[in-house]
């Protein structure tokens, strides 16, 4: 098995005598066949293989084996975008009259999906303290209860997850850990590792990390045993009506029931396809993703430093300062470093907040974080706005939080951005 940087840059594709180096765009909806006995077998999933770009196409399952690699999975797929993933990864397994346990510390996109959208949908959340203590969590699961969602470092609370408390938890009541690990990457985190059972990406971030590509990714871990809760999990543990009565779990095992089932149904149904030109960039990044993740790390670092040390600033979150109380927890699960996303408050407010964004020159005003080039925004008017402020507390946004992304541009051209920008308010 390669090391992860050797899977960052070979890894979900290898090429034949003569074939392309690079993993090849296969940018066609539709594949021939010789006989429409072959193309049954693979709408009967009895047989491997490719009939309409909607559910799969070998551009997409490169890259998204290579993914499956980098998480330690079993399997895994590319969606349209990070919500696409989000929603796909509970509704895989939930229906109307489902509930599920959340934590409140995750991106407010998905906040509101799970909030709102999907509680229309008849499947209500619970959303509990990631720092909660193991028996209120115990408390929070109902016989209902279909999955327990989190995120490995949230969005843009910067709240470290303990992973391992939430999926002895999660495992005790017979039900998943899904774990969005867009925020740490498999280069700092492997949740999987740590007791998770699927974990999700926004490619969109760091894995992209150009601003190039919208996308999403689901990796299952093959390890949950969905036939140990059967009369929980029908929809893959008993006979699927609309593929002529297939049981996921029977025909294709613990490693690939789960994606199989999504991939079949819900990107059947809803379409939510990653294109094969948007799979080929996200793999470009992809390539890169070790050496990008170490020099955001490091940025970060020391950004966060120079403001925990300056008397403008409020307040400053980042887990690798030494103040912070995930410190511990992520030296222990993300030894090699956390994330390039910094959070602080200055000091004045809401409206210091803004003159100081509006002050920057090299760093820019986004809706986007986690990127080659660095950004900052203001969640609780942009990201979190439909959020209350009762919401936002419990999601560990303030009002007057900035969300700065470091890139990798050199650290001392941003460290006198950030000066500059101070010193205007």
Known sequence: MSRIETTCVQGGYTPGNGEPRQVPIIQSTTFKYDTGEDMAKLFDLEASGYFYSRLQNPTCDNVAAKIAALEGGSAAMLLSSGQAASF???????????HVVASSAIYGGTYNLFAVTMARMGIEFTFVSPEISLSELNSAFRPNTKAVFAETISNPSLVVLDIGKFAKAAHDHCVPLIVDNTFATPINCRPIEWGADIVTHSTTKYMDGHGATIGGAIVD???????????????????????HGVVYTERFGLEGAYITKATAQLMRDFGSVQSPHDAFLLNLGLESLHVRMQRHCENAQKI???????????????????????????????PNGTCGVVSFGVKGGRSAAADFMKNLRRVAIETHVADARSCCLHPASTTHRQMTDE??????????????????ENVDDLLEDIDQALNKI
Do not use: H
């Not at 796909?88 to 489902?98: E, K, P, Q, R």
């Open 88 to 98: 796909f990864s509970v509704f895989n397994i939930c229906s109307a009259g489902d």
């Open 221 to 243: 871990s093959g390890r949950f045993d969905w036939t140990s809760a059967a009369d929980k999990y029908q929809g893959l543990t008993s006979p699927d009506p609309s593929y």
């Open 304 to 334: 966060a430093e120079f403001l925990e040390a300056d008397g403008r600033i409020e307040w400053v979150n980042y887990p690798g300062l030494k103040s912070s109380p995930y410190y511990e927890l992520a030296c222990r699960e993300m």
């Open 391 to 408: 919401e936002l507390l419990r999601a560990g946004v303030s009002p007057d939080l900035v969300r700065l992304s470091c890139g990798i």
